[in-house]
């Protein structure tokens, strides 16, 4: 099992507060990394060492997307944070229909090209609309086929697309080119709030098995709305994910 990040989006209302009162605490629950989707103020560089202070490391980033942020500001900020992979992530009009999901491809490509001239590489992060079939083919294989030369972060939960998707499958087929697992739980029912790990109706431990512990580097956990408290939430997946044998 690999060592267990956040993504910070899910304690976006406390960190608009205390952003260093969140930093501190899931270094106390024993968090190894976070994944950052806004730094609140603060440097890349100052980010990273507080990070490094209390024992964590940025484990990757959302912050700042390479399809919607200038690319010198995207190279600098990526690499300040000490990381080798930008982030990338699409909206459901890029994957409307075949046509689209060319166009998106070709965007993917271009920043692959611009991101390997200064070092980096590229992952995605999908939704659940990557998931949604397009001609005979979901989305999501479209761009892994298109796109050669992308990593995947992977999000399983969106890739189960509400129940209509294998995301044990999903996980394997991609697996030689997904360093990330985004893990969450919830009931697979759109409008529904996620949940905390092991509460939900997600076979976590099946779908982290397919990956492959050659290329995964983490499991960031990531629940984008819960009904319960999110602090609360966000440590009891630690806890799960721990008992799996991620700690």
Known sequence: ????????YSLRQASQQD??????RLAAIGYQ????FNLFGKTPESFKAQV???GMVVSSSHHPWAN???ASEVVDTVSALGLTRAAGGFGPDDFT??????????TVNSLIDALSAQGL?????????EFA???GKLGYHWIAELCPNVEFEVDTYWAANFGAVDVVAEVARVKDRAPLLHVKDGPLEKGKAHVALGDGKMDIARIIAAADPDVLEWNVVELDDCDTDMMTAVERSYRFLAGLGGA
């Open 133 to 135: 079939e397009i001609e």
């Open 68 to 70: 919607r942020t200038d």
């Open 19 to 24: 952003f260093d009162a969140v930093l501190e």
């Open 1 to 8: 099992m690999k060592p267990i990040s956040v993504q910070l």
């Open 121 to 129: 590489g590229l992952f995605l992060h999908n939704h659940w609309w």
């Open 52 to 54: 490094e202070d209390l």
């Open 97 to 106: 229909d075949l046509d689209a999901v060319k166009r998106t491809a070709n």
């Open 33 to 36: 990394g976070v994944e950052p």
